[in-house]
């Protein structure tokens, strides 16, 4: 089972977890005159069953979220969010269906807005309508794109605003797409400065998550790439990505290796980290969210696949709560 497929790409994870610095950073005209003070309210599960009336082509990531406006008369709006990533010829018409049955459903004004993630400049759809006998139709939406910020190094690398490392990683991504080394190089480099920002535990795993996920690396070069991560971490006194994911691993290496005398040394390998893997993803929800329960933790020790325990550990940093985390574990099963 490929877990990774059935779950929502780490896009929409950084989005949550960061809505706002997303918004100052690709729509600021936007950002400042959102109500901060009132809650946003990320509606899911309403736009889900939008999407499915009006399936239009593949989806890379869609969003909406229910803010408060500051200016004019106190009231709500909606914002439609698509990060697309790739040239898709329906987008636009997409882009149009999905704000006008947004509206219809709620009768409130829909914002859509675009952030294209794929590599050909001259791909820019920002608009659709149509015209026939007076009768006029169209939506024209606000438009980012990830490749305008190549030449905005300097100033990402300097920003304090996560989406700068978000969008900077995506950048470096394609750019080393065919020089592993040079992808290698780079991904030490952002990581370091997630701890040079002065970032919370919680920020780096969060960030690095997103740059693991788009810079990945062949296996000899990652291997390469967690060493130096583990110095660069001791030396700061600072474990916080290794100590949740990649050094358990390398332990249950080794203690597969010691228990493996009675199944062979390569069967051991495989149970210890089997079994380090499920320990690392109990301790990452003990950390969270405190006490995890008798029923989840046998739950989780039954499962054997080291790849679905390493996609729901991913999960366990992302959730807000253990009800959400058993969600996911339900979709895993």
């Known amino acids: 089972m490929n877990l990774d497929q059935d779950f929502d790409s780490p896009w929409k994870d950084i989005l949550e977890a960061y809505f706002r610095e997303f918004m100052a950073f690709f729509f600021p005209w936007i950002e ?3 109500d901060w003070e009132k809650e946003q309210e990320f509606l899911d599960k309403e736009f889900q069953s939008i999407v499915k009336e009006a399936e239009i082509g593949r989806r890379y990531l869609d969003k909406l979220v229910r803010v408060w406006r500051k200016s004019g008369p106190e009231t709500w709006l909606l914002i439609h969010i698509e990060i697309q990533g790739s040239k898709e010829t329906t987008f636009a018409e997409r882009m149009y269906v999905y704000n006008y049955r947004t509206y219809d459903r709620y009768r409130r004004p829909v914002v859509s807005l675009a952030v294209l993630t794929d590599d050909r400049p001259s791909w820019r759809p920002d608009r659709f309508g149509y015209e026939v006998w007076g009768c006029e139709v169209s939506l024209r939406f606000p438009v980012a794109k990830i490749l305008d910020y190549i030449k905005e190094e300097e100033k990402l690398l300097e920003s304090n605003n996560p989406f700068a490392l978000v ?12 020089d592993p080394e040079a992808r290698t190089r780079w991904k030490l480099n952002l990581v370091k400065r997630l701890y040079q920002k002065g970032y919370t535990k919680k920020d780096v795993i969060q960030l690095f998550s997103f740059m693991d996920w788009v810079m990945h690396l062949p296996e000899e070069l990652s291997k390469q790439f967690w060493e130096e991560v583990v110095s660069f971490e001791e030396a700061h006194n600072m474990p916080y990505v290794t100590s949740v994911e990649r050094i358990g691993i390398e332990k249950g290496i080794q203690q597969g290796i010691q228990q493996g ?27 969270r969210f405190g006490v995890v329960s008798s029923d989840l933790t046998e739950q989780i020790k ?15 940093l992302r959730v807000k709560s253990l009800d959400e985390f058993q969600d996911v574990l339900k979709r895993a099963k």
């Open 32 to 34: 400042e005159d959102i």
């Open 167 to 178: 969008v900077i990683s995506h950048i470096k991504a394609m750019e080393t797409r065919n």
């Open 261 to 287: 005398i009675q199944q062979g040394i390569q069967q051991g390998i495989q149970q210890g980290m089997l079994l380090n893997a499920q320990e690392m993803l109990i301790e990452a929800l003990s950390e």
């Open 302 to 316: 039954s499962i054997d696949s080291r790849e679905v325990l390493k996609a729901l550990l991913r999960q366990a």
